[in-house]
């Protein structure tokens, strides 16, 4: 029987770390793509969300700019970057102007170690998981100084909720990242990915929930978007942001999505991995998977509360986390050559019945949700 590390795969020759020969063409070279392939990717996501939610809610979505709408995009964030810098008069002016900065600068740094190939990328650092968490934690702080520094109660407010849910979910998880660490026997998100010949969302189904819904909290995506509840807060911590300012917590916002759904392509779905298609592509073709996930889930689902979204982080998420690690880490020590491959109906199944359980336990506002 073949086991999760035993199953035959064809791989690419992996990249030299210094390619093309020098530390410095390598760091430039690949600076550069990670720039292009973020600002490219978050027009396309920008497309994609507004197209594909106006299908699903039959409506006309952008269609006139372009073929099938597709400059709609850029034409909005020329008209935004021409648009006036407007500060409040008794705002903190070097915050307010550091924030969208300090915003923005995490999600770049954060594909420094997301593999396009097999050693095909920025840096291939032996904690790059803890690296991710790590970096991508800094972005809230941005928010909260656009929150702090624009001297009005709203943004505050919505700076804070980001703060907390940030804090709540980040807990659920990095545990569900743990199951993956186990699996893999390493923390280098390369070497994650060369370790999945099962990808690890058949082996960690439970995991891969968790994170996704975790990391949609996290980054603020409906039906968590407390930040952005106009009937409470106006818009939220950018309220007073006008200009380019606007535009880089524009980018921030699907940038953030846009490296969710990479690590979670890379932690789960076997990252650049695949046949017949070159490896980037394959990257690519998951993450804009995973988002249109996003997108489906934003259309389909009501906001909640944000007493709601709290305890779903510490009532729901955070026990579920622990025990799916616990199962995870006696399923290792159990199979210390590789889970089988019965095991991925077994981690289903324990999975739903995790879910149903916790979920008859999980008390939210007057009544008790469940699932049936």
Known sequence: MFTATQLPIINPAALASD?????WWHWIIFSVILLVFVLVMV???VMIERRGMARMQARLGPNRLGPFG???STADAVKVLLKEDIVPFNADKIVHLLAPIVAFAPLVMVFAVVPFGNGALLA??????????????????GILMAGWGSNNKYSLLGAMRNV???VSYEIPLVLSVLGVVLMAGSLSLNQIVLAQNIPFVL?????????????????NRS???????????????HTEYSGMKFALFYLVEYGEALAMAAILSTLFLSGWRGPLLPPWLWLVVKIVIVFFVMVWTRTTLPRVRIDQLMALAWK??????????????VEVLTFQNGLPWPMIFANFAIGAVLVVLFSRSYKVGWGRVSVE
Do not use: H, K, R
């Open 19 to 23: 390619w093309p020969g020098s530390f």
């Open 43 to 45: 027009l396309a996501f």
């Open 70 to 72: 597709m400059f709609q």
């Open 124 to 141: 291939d650092l032996n904690v790059g998981i803890l690296y991710v968490v790590a970096i991508s934690s800094v972005t809230s702080v």
């Open 164 to 166: 907390a849910s940030m």
């Open 203 to 219: 082996l960690q189904p439970l995991g891969a929930l968790i994170f996704f819904i975790a990391g949609c909290a996290e980054i």
């Open 223 to 237: 039906p968590f978007d407390l930040l952005e509840a106009d009937s409470e807060l106006t818009a939220g911590f």
């Open 316 to 329: 729901f998420l955070f026990p579920l986390a622990i025990v799916n690690f616990l199962v995870t880490a």
